[in-house]
C-alpha cells in the first residue's frame, strides 16, 4: 500500500518508535510534496528529535520527497503543504492520504480522496489484528503526549470504537 502524508502525520508518529515501525509495515512507501518536507524541516531549528527519523527514511527511499506537477485550485485557508499533498494524491493515485487537518481532510474527501489520519491508524490496525486493543489505546495516549491534537470529542469516540472491536 501507498500512501501521501502531510507534515503532522509523520511527525507525531516519528515520535513513537513502536507506531512508527507499524507504519513501516503498513505502507510500501510514503510519498510527501517538497512543501511538506520543508516543513518537516523547520523541526530541525527546535532540535525535534522526529527530524533524523523522518531524514533516515528518506535516506533509505520508504520516504519520496516529489515536486507536485500540477497544483490543484485549494482553498486559501489550507497551508502549503496540505495543498500540496491533496494535488500529490490526486497525481500518484496513491491508496492513501494521511493527513490530520480536519478542514484539509474533508477538502480532500470532497474531491473523491481517500484520507486517513493518524488516529484512525490504530483502528485500523486494531481492526486488522496487527495489534491488540490495549496498544492501540497506549498508541493513542502516545500521540496525545507527544502533541498530537485531538479534540476530547474525537478522543472518546477513538478510545470507544477500540474498545468494541
Do not use: C
Not at 518536507?37 to 527546535?46: A, D, F, P, V, W
Not at 515536486?67 to 496513491?94: D, F, H, W
Request: glycine letters at 6%.
Amino acid at each position: 500500500m501507498r500512501a501521501v502524508a502531510d507534515a503532522s502525520s509523520l511527525i507525531h508518529p516519528a515520535k513513537i518508535p513502536r507506531f512508527w515501525t507499524l507504519m513501516k509495515r503498513t505502507f510500501n512507501e510514503v510519498l510527501i510534496p517538497n512543501g511538506v518536507y520543508q516543513e518537516i524541516l523547520k523541526g530541525r531549528e527546535l532540535g525535534s528529535a522526529d527530524v533524523a527519523v523522518i531524514e533516515r527514511e528518506i535516506a533509505l527511499a520508504w520516504i519520496k520527497v516529489r515536486r507536485v506537477r500540477t497544483l490543484l485550485r485549494l482553498p486559501n485557508n489550507l497551508g502549503r503543504g496540505e495543498r500540496e499533498a491533496i494535488s500529490l494524491m490526486k497525481e500518484s493515485r496513491a491508496d492513501w492520504l494521511l493527513i490530520d487537518d480536519r478542514v484539509a481532510s474533508t477538502t480532500a474527501r470532497l474531491m473523491g480522496v481517500v484520507t486517513r489520519s493518524s488516529a484512525y491508524l490504530l483502528i485500523f490496525w486494531n481492526r486488522k489484528g496487527v495489534i491488540g486493543r490495549d496498544e492501540a489505546l497506549e498508541l493513542l495516549d502516545g500521540l496525545v503526549d507527544v502533541g498530537y491534537r485531538l479534540g476530547s470529542k474525537d478522543y472518546v469516540t477513538i478510545k470507544k470504537y477500540i474498545s468494541t472491536l
